[in-house]
């Protein structure tokens, strides 16, 4: 287990996520780091993505990257990697495609194909890269902000290793599902194996809290959700802390998930045994809070494309996001519904602030003339009576 980091400045995520109340709600972007950043090209210098992710010290500077572009704003770093590397760690091929996105050459189309995947996984020897590369990044960080470690959820990666790329139809993926359950079960179960040792092992490496990317969540109607993703989430979720025992780790390490367009799976995501919750922008988040009812905290949910707004609409989207969420002084943490495009403008990026925020003196202003107005009003009330 990687030891000796700076002590934390600013732990203001991880006391967000464990349901703390908070001076004010934390902010991470998803996809923070990479292609809408200048300074990503520059560095990258036209590499090989997965290069990059496999090189400890560029992936390093890019994880930090957003942190330093928008100095303050961020409350957390998320390492510079991709859920496609636990499809690597199986053994399958991955390229990642100038224009394209992510390519397998040899995607697994038929049972027959699970043969090609190695049956027991040495996570330590398959992605040392990126335990190097979350040691080094939190030694960098020095405690600046906390480093979170992630990886992808098993539908999704089913979807990505039969599909062979990203897709709209899901025609390999749903013929998995309904022309070879069990199999596709056998499939599903070996990824969250895979997924349950990489966390356990991001953290024993120095990441101070994780996410599950449940990406294609939204493919799947209810009943498929139950079968397909909620029950390996909650795998997860139960397994995670004995992972993290047998590597030395007792501390409770915060876990989110992010399970994109499942909004009618919310109530029974907030019991699948995470700290929080990522929504997306089809949640109405005041109806989201009270679904929620203080299990877990809730993250997200703007909607990326108001980065394409005026800088009047971003402000504005905001403050309606956080007063939605209860004003985001408990179980919040602000952040995209989904990630950053390679075409927004990060000066537009950065205006995911709420002014009122900014300063922990502004906030207490602000809750000294709130606790004095309900003053007034009882005065006048009573006054009234
Ligand atoms: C589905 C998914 C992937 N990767 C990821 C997800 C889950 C989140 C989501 O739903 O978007 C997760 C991911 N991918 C990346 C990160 C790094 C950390 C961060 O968020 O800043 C994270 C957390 C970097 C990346 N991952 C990728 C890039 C772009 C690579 C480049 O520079 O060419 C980055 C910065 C590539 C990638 N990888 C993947 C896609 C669809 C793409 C984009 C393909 C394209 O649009 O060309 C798979």
């Not at 004003?327 to 495009?341: E, R, S, V």
Request: proline residues 5%.
């Amino acid at each position: 287990m990687a030891t000796g980091f700076a002590p934390l400045k600013n732990d203001l995520i991880l006391r967000a996520a464990r349901g703390e109340t908070v001076e004010r709600p934390p902010m991470w972007i998803m996809r923070q780091a990479g292609r809408y950043l200048p300074e990503y090209h520059v560095v990258k210098d036209g590499r090989d993505f997965f290069e990059t992710c496999r090189d400890a010290e560029i992936a390093s500077e890019i994880t930090i990257q957003p942190i330093d572009h928008f100095d303050g704003l961020i409350d957390a770093a998320i390492i510079f990697s991709d859920i496609l590397v636990i499809p690597q760690a199986l053994g399958m091929e991955v390229l990642m495609i100038d224009g394209k996105g992510p390519s397998f050459p040899h995607p697994l189309r038929s049972p027959e194909d699970l043969k090609k995947l190695r049956t027991t996984v040495d996570i330590t020897k398959e992605l040392d890269w990126a335990f190097t590369a979350i040691t080094l990044t939190r030694k960098k960080l020095n405690g600046r902000v906390p480093l979170l470690g992630f990886c992808g959820a098993p539908w999704t990666l089913l979807a990505y290793m039969t599909e062979g790329s990203g897709s709209k139809m899901f025609r390999y993926a749903k013929e998995w599902l309904y022309r070879y359950p069990k199999e596709s079960h056998e499939l599903l179960q070996r990824i969250t194996d895979v997924a349950i040792d990489f966390l356990a092992h991001q953290v024993a490496a120095g990441a101070q809290m994780l996410q599950v990317f449940e990406s294609n969540g939204g493919e799947l109607g209810p009943v498929e959700f139950d079968e397909f993703c909620l029950y390996y989430l909650k795998q997860i979720s139960a397994k995670l802390p004995a992972k993290l025992a047998e590597l030395g780790i007792t501390e409770k390490i915060p876990v989110t998930v992010f399970a994109k367009g499942s909004w009618y799976a919310l109530d029974k995501l907030c019991d699948a045994g995470y700290d929080c919750v990522s929504l997306d922008w089809l949640h109405c988040p005041a109806e989201a809070v009270k679904t929620a009812n203080g299990r877990v905290a809730l993250q997200g949910n703007m909607d990326p494309g108001v980065i394409y707004g005026t800088k009047e609409a971003i402000t504005a989207k905001v403050e309606q996001m956080i007063k939605g969420f209860n004003g985001g002084k408990k179980n919040y943490i602000i952040n995209l519904g989904h990630g950053t495009q390679p075409m927004m403008d990060p000066e537009q990026v950065g205006r995911l602030r709420v002014v009122g925020y900014m300063t922990p003196s502004l906030y207490k202003l602000s809750f000294e003339l709130i606790i004095e107005g309900l003053q007034v009003a009882k005065s006048f009330n009573i006054s009234q009576t």
